[in-house]
């Protein structure tokens, strides 16, 4: 590939080799001894001729056909041919070029945009105020997360103490007002503005907001987490559009590409299956799961036995647990095998050491979303952690108590109840059509007249 410095050389040199040729050969037809009646007029002509592709004019061949010898219009033509197939080669800026000037154009960007902040004066009162803000936000998420680890939707739910809640229902509950957590939230999208357009530390401008409605606030938080599941049809056309991302040959992806683009496909699919929270799953290591091939009716299943440390955890409870997608694990570690990566660390790694990223993460999810039939607006909605709502949901509904649903993804009772039970449809309507009911120590059936003893 041509570096950068090279091309800028070829570039001037093309333009300048066809003049320097022709002064070369004025040179040789102009020796120290005195010139001939022919050679002056030859000399003339070839002056001309240089003075006009100095000038950007164009010389018809026949011209140089004339004055130039056999062997030095061939030599001519020569050089020419050797300009056009640089020109042609370089008809694409290399790479580095383009990344220069992005680089140059994001840059001038950013100076313009800091010397208009630097003009806008803060007093001192106003930056206490803004640093008391930014306090309440940093014992909201912990002193130790870092910015980049944060997602969008970390102001609507966030785990706090083992406890979900979101920004607004943290701060009133401590005894903020509604305006004081109004002003909190400005103050911290502008602060996360700044950290992702000047200092480029963060992937979006700002953390969506939750509703300041507090009256009936866990009602409200589970619709939240209602329009940020998937449905079925939803998650169908997500998987099904994976398979469509993770194509080597029909995407022309590299090695590098292809393997990072399986790494996502696989983290998709096994925290749908096991309702992990991205930290404990960024976290996990191989040496925490093993995997377990049962038979269910007939039926084979992988299931994967997994340990969760107690320092992976935001609740930092150590919990083991068994869930399905060992198929998963299974093939994802043949594709770590297959392109050379390191099977004995971290599970979802580039190389096994370091914590796969989450800008990188939401990069892909956004570009799978994109080949998905999932509504525009609802798009916006589904988020990786959308992944562990989906598997807690399916958990519900499949009739596995609340107590073991909670120990399996690692919250309370409560939480599970007043979020997931209690708001799911599908739930309610199986209430709805039970057709029993137990009195006094006694199971009878709905519907029908219940007689007294």
Known sequence: ????????????????????????????????????????KRLGKLEDIADKLRHGENVQNRQLQTWLSTEEYEQLEYE????????????EKPSEVKRYEEKLKQATFNYNRAEGYSSKEIVEGRWVTIRAHLNHFIEYVGENEKAANLGINTLVKFEWKGKETNYVLFRTEQGASNQTVRNEMASINACQRHLCDIEQITSFPRFRLPSL???????????????????????K?????????????????????????????HWCLFAANSGLRSGEQRQLRWSDVSIHKESDNGDELMLVRVNIRKATTKVRKERTFWCRGGEYLQRWKAIQKEYGGNTEGLIFSLDGEEEYERYRLQRHWKQIM??????????????????R???????VLSGVSLSDVAFYCGTSVKQIESTYYHLNEEKMRAVATARFVRKDGKIYALGKEIAED
């Open 213 to 235: 409605k507090i009256e009936g606030s866990a009602t409200k938080s589970g619709e939240e987490v209602q329009r940020m599941t998937f449905t079925h049809d939803e998650w």
């Open 389 to 395: 709502h989906l598997a807690i949901t399916n958990q």
């Open 370 to 387: 994109l080949l998905t039939d999932v509504a525009l607006d609802k798009r916006e909605l589904l988020v990786p952690y959308s992944l």
């Open 80 to 91: 020419w041919q050797e300009q056009l197939e640089l020109r042609e080669e370089l008809k």
């Open 237 to 265: 056309s997500f998987y099904t559009s994976m398979r469509s991302y993770v194509a080597k040959v029909k995407n022309r992806l590299s090695d590098k590409d292809a393997f990072e683009r399986e790494l996502v496909r």
């Open 1 to 40: 590939m041509i570096e950068l410095s090279e091309w800028l050389d070829n570039k001037k040199q093309s333009k300048s080799n066809g003049g320097k040729l022709l002064q070369e050969l004025i040179e040789k037809a102009n020796p120290r001894c005195k010139l001939t009646t022919e050679e002056s």
